[in-house]
C-alpha cells in the first residue's frame, strides 16, 4: 500500500508535537487551580494525567498498524508520542507522591508492594524509563540490533499500563472498555502482523 502524508502532517514537526501534547496536562493543571476538577481535584488530576499516559502509549503503537494497513506515515512522530506517554506517566506519578500521599515514604512503599494495581502502575513506569532514555539518535547507532530489542519493552508497558487502569477503578465502563480494546487491537495486530503483510506483498 503506498504511503500517504497529509498537508497537515507534512507541515507539522515533532516539536508541534510536543507542544499539542501538553496542552491536557496544563488544562487540567488549571482547572484544578481554579476549582474546576470537583470535590476531589488531586485524585481527578492524577487519574487524567494517568489517562492521557495510555492514550499517547496507544498513538505510539498505532503508528506502525497505521503505516502497513492504512498507509499514513507517522514514523516521525513516532519518538515524541513515546516521549510524551513516558512524561505523562511520569507526571502521574509524581502527583501520586506528592499530592495524594505527601511523600509519606512508610505508605507509599506498602502501596507499591501490596497493592496490585500500584504495582503493575510502578512497572510499566520503569519500563518506560530506558525508553525514554535511549529515545535519541546517539542510542540508536550505540545499541545497533539491540536497540529494537530494547524497545519492544513498550509491548510490556502498555500490557501493565491498561492492566494498572483497569484494576484501579474496579468498574468497567465505556471509556475504559475502548482503551483496553484499542491497546489489546494494536498488540494483537504485532502478533498477526506477519500473516497479514503476506498476502499483501504477493498480491504487490
Do not use: C
Not at 88 to 115: E, K, N, Q, S
Amino acid at each position: 500500500m503506498a504511503v500517504t502524508r497529509s498537508p497537515f502532517v507534512d507541515r507539522l514537526s515533532g516539536w508541534g508535537i510536543y507542544v499539542i501534547g501538553v496542552v491536557p496536562a496544563v488544562a487540567s493543571f488549571w482547572l484544578g487551580a481554579t476549582g474546576g476538577l470537583g470535590a476531589d481535584p488531586v485524585r481527578s488530576f492524577e487519574q487524567t494525567l494517568g489517562l492521557w499516559a495510555l492514550r499517547f502509549l496507544i498513538l505510539t503503537l498505532a503508528v506502525t498498524p497505521l503505516r502497513e494497513l492504512a498507509g499514513v506515515n507517522l514514523l516521525r512522530f513516532r519518538r515524541a508520542l513515546g516521549l510524551l506517554a513516558f512524561w505523562y506517566a511520569a507526571m502521574h506519578f509524581t502527583v501520586y507522591l506528592t499530592l495524594d500521599r505527601g511523600l509519606l515514604w512508610d505508605t507509599i512503599i506498602p502501596d507499591i508492594v501490596r497493592r496490585p494495581f500500584i504495582t503493575l502502575g510502578f512497572a510499566a513506569l520503569m519500563l518506560l524509563v530506558p525508553l525514554a532514555v535511549t529515545s535519541n539518535r546517539l542510542s540508536i547507532r550505540r545499541l545497533g540490533k539491540n536497540w529494537r530489542r530494547l524497545h519492544k519493552l513498550i509491548y510490556v508497558a502498555a500490557t501493565l499500563a491498561v492492566l494498572h487502569y483497569l484494576l484501579a477503578t474496579k468498574v468497567l465502563d465505556p471509556t475504559q472498555v475502548v482503551h483496553i480494546g484499542l491497546v489489546a487491537l494494536l498488540l494483537g495486530y504485532r502478533l498477526v502482523r506477519g500473516f497479514v503483510r503476506r498476502p499483501a506483498r504477493r498480491a504487490a
